[in-house]
């Protein structure tokens, strides 16, 4: 089945299901209803937030959780998949865009040290 996960304010697509009757006996009572298990790699929408998906599930409550975090998922219908990852493809495309071209250059070890230089100051900080 297609959910989409909140967990903390990272926004997920994952392929998941129920768990099963043996894997329900070694779990507390309360998550042996709302319990789910990927059944894949997740997709990272770091573009979207918790109220992008409530948009698409409305007020309906949550359909379960996955093990490891705090967290609530939805199942979903593919269009609805679809839509999300139209979406977040959306905005990081507006993001590309406007980004200066020196931003698109920087790899991450420059970026890292871009921020650590604004931080720190250009001397690295004195302790």
């Known amino acids: 089945m297609k959910t989409v996960q909140i967990a903390n304010a990272d926004v997920r697509l994952i392929d998941g ?5 043996s894997e329900k006996l070694n779990k507390a009572d309360w998550y042996k209803e709302i319990g ?7 997709i990272n929408l770091p573009r979207l937030r ?4 409530r948009a698409v599930t409305g007020t309906r409550h949550s359909d ?16 609805e998949w679809d ?5 977040n493809s959306e905005r990081e495309a507006k993001l590309q865009a406007e980004m200066p ?3 698109r250059e920087m790899d991450d ?6 921020r650590m230089e ?5 001397d690295g900080g004195s302790y």
């Open 17 to 21: 299901r129920r768990l099963t009757g």
């Open 36 to 42: 789910l298990i990927g059944t894949g790699a997740y």
């Open 50 to 53: 918790w109220t992008d998906v």
């Open 64 to 79: 379960g959780s996955y093990m490891g975090c705090d967290n609530s998922a939805w199942i979903i219908t593919e269009a």
């Open 83 to 87: 839509l999300l990852l139209a979406l």
């Open 101 to 103: 071209q020196r931003l």
């Open 109 to 114: 070890y420059d970026i890292q040290a871009a």
């Open 118 to 122: 604004r931080i720190m100051g250009p």
